[in-house]
């Protein structure tokens, strides 16, 4: 993909996501790595918590830390379109080498295949 214009609008989408997301992963680890439900629900009393709330607890935290593990792929995914975008092989299937559709790349910024590679590659998978 050569045209510059058409580029920097791409690169502005990712730019975009990429704040995005790393807003939502450094949420996402204050709010699983607090300290105890009675300090986030700021309960400083003695009171035992119920066994069915600490389940419930470790349940969230291992359930938000997945989410965090998945955005962090799409992280990766999105550096490494914005430095194709500096190489110039933006948009080139990395399976067949052909263009990737646009119709593709504005649904999927950082998709780094073409629909029918991206297809192959599920039915393997």
Do not use: W
């Not at 791409?10 to 995005?20: E, P, S, W």
């Not at 119920?50 to 799409?74: C, P, R, V």
Request: net charge negative; hydrophobic share 35%; charged share 25%.
């Amino acid at each position: 993909m050569k045209n510059k214009p058409e580029l920097q609008v791409y690169k502005d989408q990712l730019l975009m996501l990429r704040a995005r997301l790393r807003g939502d992963v450094n949420r996402m680890a204050d709010a699983a790595l607090r300290k105890s439900r009675s300090e986030a629900n700021g309960d400083l009393s003695s009171m035992p918590i119920h066994m069915a709330d600490i389940g419930s607890d470790n349940f969230e935290q291992e359930f938000t830390l997945s989410l965090m593990e998945n955005d962090g792929g799409t992280l990766s995914q999105i550096e490494a379109s914005l430095e194709r975008i500096e190489e110039g092989t933006y948009g080139q299937c990395e399976e067949c080498g052909l263009k990737i559709p646009k119709s593709r790349l504005n649904a999927i910024p950082y998709a780094t295949l073409c629909v029918r590679c991206a297809q192959q590659q599920e039915q393997v998978g």
